[in-house]
């Protein structure tokens, strides 16, 4: 893991000042990583007959559709407010200042499907924990929320379902 975990890279004060971004970019930039990655994540969920992944915006879109690819299975999207075309299902929730909202079609799951979560990176858990909601609220059973990464000094993991978190790497 440390080929993947080392062609991340860092980017200092950023979104804003005393925040190390963790730049994903690089490794979706060469193929032979991105592939590894994919197929990695891949590799876990075989033979578990997942009819859905989620992807959530914006990077979860990219890991999404490729495990998606892979596993023969739908993507669903979680969009920022106002950017899905049909009827949504809103879920706000608590950021470290103020709030946040994502929707997601009303019929993008149905009842009894089961959904594999997948974003880029897991940090303080608040996004992810609002998409878990989502899906149980429309009858989905989360298989797993998966990550390329996992910040775990900010704890996001406790705010997820117990057992059902998976990180390929971990910083």
Do not use: W
């Amino acid at each position: 893991m440390d080929e993947l975990k080392n062609i991340i890279r860092d980017i200092p004060d950023f979104p804003k000042k005393g925040i190390v971004f963790k730049d994903i970019t690089t490794l979706l930039a060469d193929a032979k990583s991105f592939q590894r990655m994919v197929d990695l994540l891949a590799h876990r969920y075989v033979g578990e007959k997942i009819d859905k992944v989620v992807g959530v915006e914006a990077r979860g879109f990219i890991l999404g559709a490729a495990l998606a690819y892979k596993l023969g299975a739908g993507v669903v999207l979680v969009r920022k407010p106002g950017k899905l075309p049909s009827e949504t299902f809103s879920k706000t929730y608590q950021l470290e200042y103020g709030t946040d909202s994502l929707e997601i079609h009303t019929d993008a799951i149905r009842k009894g499907e089961k959904v594999l979560i997948a974003d880029d990176v897991l940090a303080t858990g608040g996004t992810m924990s609002a998409v878990v909601e989502m899906v149980r609220d429309l009858g989905g059973e989360i298989v797993e929320c998966c990550f390329l990464a996992e910040l775990d000094f900010l704890g996001g993991r406790k705010k997820l379902p117990d057992g059902k978190v998976f990180s390929l790497l971990t910083f």
